[in-house]
């Protein structure tokens, strides 16, 4: 029974590129959550996001940031035009129900802009 | 806006003693939830406390609620080298989403 799972686990990109972040949720799992932690902080809230909709997205900067959760395949953080204050580590949870519920977190994913 | 605060931010304590950590929070609660995370990894579910109870068990760990003082402890009797890890506590309210504190970071010496 695998766990939530991301990739890559870590990604560097140059200042201007897109970044994908990919995370596949627990099976029986429909509900996602997105989440950026910096260096000796907490996680702050990005989206939260079930099978083809956005439910909650109040944490996610207005530009260049998406999400997607398609009805097939993984979930989908996208940064577009990617800035140093981007890097951070990126983490990927899922509940099999609403989202007060515990959460299984992925291993994350680090990503570094040069 | 951070809905938990953990206290102490960093705690060290000797293998074999027991470690306490508070949570406090702000508005009113459907749950709240503690979590470890080990270096460089993801956060894994410890132990989830309903608005509605007052103290819960799991192994080693004990966790408290009180509602009125909007504050939560989470004890780890008897530590051990691999308790050594970030500890947050997560809180639920009604809009589906759960806010995370800052974490203690807790080291075990040997």
């Known amino acids: 029974n695998a766990g939530v799972m991301q990739n890559p686990r870590h990604l560097v990109r140059r200042r201007g590129q897109e970044a994908r972040l990919r995370c596949s949720p627990m099976k029986g799992h429909s509900h996602v959550y997105w989440y950026r932690q910096l260096p000796e902080e907490g996680l702050k809230f990005m989206v939260y996001l079930q099978k083809e909709n956005i439910i909650d997205e109040s944490g996610m900067p207005k530009e260049r940031f998406s999400a997607e959760f398609p009805k097939e395949g993984p979930s989908i953080l996208r940064i577009q035009q990617v800035v140093r204050g981007d890097s951070a580590a990126y983490f990927c949870?899922?509940?099999?129900?609403?989202?007060?519920?515990?959460?299984?977190f992925g291993p994350g994913t680090r990503l570094t802009v040069t | 806006s951070q809905q938990g605060e953990e206290d102490p931010q960093a705690l060290s304590i000797q293998e074999g003693e027991n470690a306490t950590m508070n949570c406090s929070y702000k508005t009113s609660i459907n749950n709240l939830q503690w979590y470890r995370q080990n270096s460089g990894r993801g956060l894994v579910h410890l132990i989830l406390?309903?608005?509605?109870?007052r103290e819960k068990h799991s192994g080693r760990l004990r966790v408290t609620l009180d509602t009125s003082k909007k504050s939560s402890s989470l004890l780890i009797t008897a530590s051990r080298a691999a308790d050594t890890a970030s500890y947050f506590c997560?809180?639920?309210?009604?809009?589906?989403?759960?806010?995370f504190g800052k974490g203690t970071r807790l080291h075990i010496l040997p």
């Open positions: 997560a809180t639920a309210r009604g809009d589906d989403k759960i806010i």
């Open positions: 949870a899922s509940s099999a129900s609403g989202g007060t519920y515990e959460q299984y």
């Open positions: 406390i309903r608005s509605n109870e």
